[in-house]
């Protein structure tokens, strides 16, 4: 009996076959459903290390929903395992704009920067990212 990898459970069942690209529908309604849609995607992709294929989803979910910070932050990490740096902490940079207190997105750039040699722009990361994460820890 032959399983179709066109499910979309396939990529949570196997992580290493992503579920297809999501179609995109022109009804504004979906717009939120197709950008979680293609951050899903795109991180199966970068699970099975196809940067560009991640990449290229979290661009289209940027498309879509250019405010959505957890787009940008996965961006980032695809273009960082992909060894573009500079690109990673912009894609950081901007999630970091639209959502201040992203502690995710804090540590990444700083680990980022770190690799870079910036280790006073890292620093004030991580400063940041401890900061952030004490008050959230305060407010359960």
């Not at 940027?62 to 959505?68: C, Q, R």
């Not at 740096?85 to 201040?100: H, R, V």
């Not at 690799?115 to 820890?137: I, P, Q, R, V, Y």
């Amino acid at each position: 009996m032959e399983t179709s990898r066109l499910s979309t459970t396939s990529a949570t069942a196997n992580p290493s076959s992503p579920a297809p690209t999501p179609a995109v529908t022109s009804s504004d309604t979906s717009t939120l459903a197709n950008t979680e849609a293609y951050i899903n995607h795109g991180i199966a992709e970068e699970n099975i290390g196809d940067f560009d294929e991640a990449i290229a989803d979290f661009t289209k979910a940027i498309e879509l929903k250019p405010d959505n910070a957890k787009a940008y932050k996965s961006r980032g990490n695809a273009k960082e395992n992909k060894g573009d740096l500079d690109g990673a902490i912009e894609d950081y940079t901007k999630a970091i704009q639209i959502k201040p207190d992203f502690t995710l997105a804090y540590g990444n750039r700083s680990e980022t920067k770190k690799a870079k040699g910036d280790l006073d722009g890292a620093n004030a990361d991580l400063n940041k990212f401890t900061e952030l994460n004490a008050k959230s820890s305060q407010n359960p």
